[in-house]
């Protein structure tokens, strides 16, 4: 399948060029973000908006093609994050400086885990973003 040059500019407007799992800014990134399919092309999932997400190339790397990884304090099977039917705030917070992710919920550990979310280099831009008040963005 492929995405049109039209439909991959609604996914980053709408993701406001972060990408939609870790937050990174595109603007910021030595490398191309990708659109991404949610549920994977593998797995029947369609070119529609609603199956798209803006990605980082890590997160995009890490999440290939699954929709569910293991809990790691609970240690059972789960479904990843969503950014098109889950809350970010429901499964996700900040670490008191902002440079981490923390996972709330099975879902949200589940997604911090497979996907990196905290990647060293991803927490040290964090925290250089921070200094010069790029980070967070803003929600």
């Known amino acids: 399948m492929s995405i049109s040059p039209a ?10 060029h972060l990408c939609e799992y870790c937050f990174s800014q595109r603007k910021y990134s030595p490398d191309p973000f990708s659109v991404e ?13 609603e199956n ?43 670490n008191p400086v902002f440079s981490e992710i923390i996972g709330l919920t099975a879902k949200g550990r ?10 060293p280099e991803i927490v040290n831009l964090r925290r250089l973003l921070r200094l010069y008040g790029e980070h967070p963005p803003d929600s």
């Not at 439909?7 to 406001?16: G, P």
């Open 37 to 49: 399919h949610i549920r994977p092309s593998s797995k029947k999932g369609s070119d529609e908006l």
């Open 7 to 16: 439909k991959r500019k609604a996914v980053a407007e709408r993701a406001r």
């Open 110 to 119: 589940a997604t911090v885990e497979l996907l990196r979310l905290n990647r």
């Open 52 to 94: 798209l997400a803006l990605a980082c190339q890590g997160c995009n790397g890490h999440k290939s093609d699954k929709t569910s990884a293991l809990d790691p304090v609970s240690g059972r099977k789960t479904p990843l994050y969503n950014p098109r039917q889950d809350a970010w705030e429901k499964h996700f917070t900040w």
